[in-house]
């Protein structure tokens, strides 16, 4: 490993990640990848305090990562320690909480530099990934979102999907995914939940089941009609509008992120005033990214659903080649690095 300038934290998964190292490479800049599931089976942590200060150093399987040469951090989608599982049930989540206590110290030593710039800071990210904070302060900023609940009263499911005449949706607030660590038993990363689909209506035949929506908190909107949708990503000031044609396709017509059938998609336009609410949210969130999703109703309405502070972004540009988003992060990296 050569002497990288930029730490990238994620999953062994990440193709999006692995893509841009290689273009970042390209440009004179070299990566270092860091996975925190690696600790501490496959990683090693080397943190030295002498003289009032920490030398920090990473033993990976791809070499030696010093902590000291970081001038940028792209804060992916890491995954939890994964100690041995010869471990007892006592030791096991010990380990992992020892683990992760001492790299989140080193996460703090590097975000208290001011010289390291980060895409973006995780406690931020972990703050702007809550729908219902969202949501408020979208509001707040002049964007319209629908009529939603979030209950796991069965009888408060029947009364809104009585005020939406039955036109009602159930969301999926955290993605219907099971991450390492999250189960005992061996998985594929990113395998669906059996039966929990991202967004669908809700109908008639499912109400006769309501009553189970006491085993969880369950997130419910109105429907709301749509010409099209929009996933708007946002590097910093710099704002890409791609237009999902999702009505096009029965399939997609109310979730276009099926990869079995993924709709027509066109380089889109954003009304001035959203757009300038897009970068006010992120501003306030203290974030330098975001993923925005809309739908665009036949009214020609813009109703905001979500912001993903740490979303895909590489499948837009493949999608609509003219969204530049790989050179426009690229730029970011290497002018902060």
């Known amino acids: 490993m050569g002497k990288a300038t930029i730490l990238i934290v994620t999953s062994r998964w990440d193709t999006t990640a692995y893509a841009a190292a290689e273009i970042l490479r390209r440009n004179g800049r070299e990566s270092a990848f860091f996975y925190p599931e690696d600790?501490?089976?496959r990683a090693r942590i080397d943190s030295v305090f002498r003289q009032g200060k920490w030398s920090n150093k990473l033993h990976t399987e791809d070499g030696l990562i010093d902590l000291d040469?970081?001038?940028?951090?792209?804060?992916?989608?890491?995954?939890?320690?994964?100690?041995?599982?010869?471990?007892?049930?006592?030791?096991?989540?010990?380990?992992?909480?020892?683990?992760?206590?001492?790299?989140?110290?080193?996460?703090?030593l590097l975000l208290s530099d001011p010289e390291v710039y980060w895409m973006s800071d995780p406690h931020n990210i972990r703050k702007a990934g809550n729908k219902m904070i969202q949501m408020t302060k979208?509001?707040?900023?002049?964007?319209?979102?629908?009529?939603t609940i979030i209950t796991n009263d069965p009888e408060d499911v029947r009364r809104f999907?009585?005020?939406?005449?039955?036109k009602m949706v159930f969301k999926s607030m955290t993605?219907?995914?099971?991450?390492?660590?999250?189960?005992?038993?061996?998985?594929?990363p990113e395998t669906f939940v059996p039966g929990m689909p991202l967004v669908r209506p809700f109908t008639d035949e499912d109400m006769e089941h309501v009553d189970s929506v006491r085993q969880s908190a369950c997130m419910f909107q109105e429907l709301v009609e749509k010409k099209h949708e929009l996933r708007v990503t946002v590097f910093e000031d710099q704002i890409f509008t791609c237009r999902i044609e999702s009505q096009e396709n029965e399939l997609t017509r109310h979730d276009w992120r099926r990869q079995d059938s993924l709709p027509r998609a066109t380089a889109g336009e954003l009304p001035d005033s959203v757009a300038k609410a897009c970068l006010k949210l992120l501003d306030e969130f203290d974030l330098r990214f975001g993923a925005f999703d809309f739908?665009?109703?036949?009214?020609?309405?813009?109703?905001?659903l979500e912001v993903n502070p740490n979303g895909q972004w590489l499948f837009v540009q493949e999608w609509v080649p003219q969204l530049r988003l790989m050179q426009a992060f690229v730029d970011i990296m290497v002018r902060n690095s």
Not at 138 to 147: D, E, Q, V
Not at 161 to 166: I, L, P, V
Request: glycine share 8%; aromatic share 14%.
């Open 69 to 108: 040469d970081i001038k940028a951090v792209w804060w992916r989608k890491p995954y939890v320690s994964r100690p041995s599982k010869s471990l007892s049930r006592v030791e096991f989540p010990y380990a992992r909480r020892e683990s992760e206590y001492a790299t989140r110290g080193l996460w703090e």
């Open 175 to 188: 993605g219907p995914f099971l991450l390492p660590g999250e189960v005992e038993d061996e998985y594929i």
């Open 161 to 166: 999907y009585d005020e939406c005449s039955g």
């Open 295 to 304: 739908i665009v109703t036949p009214d020609d309405e813009h109703v905001f």
């Open 39 to 41: 600790i501490p089976l």
């Open 138 to 147: 979208g509001a707040a900023h002049g964007l319209t979102s629908p009529k």
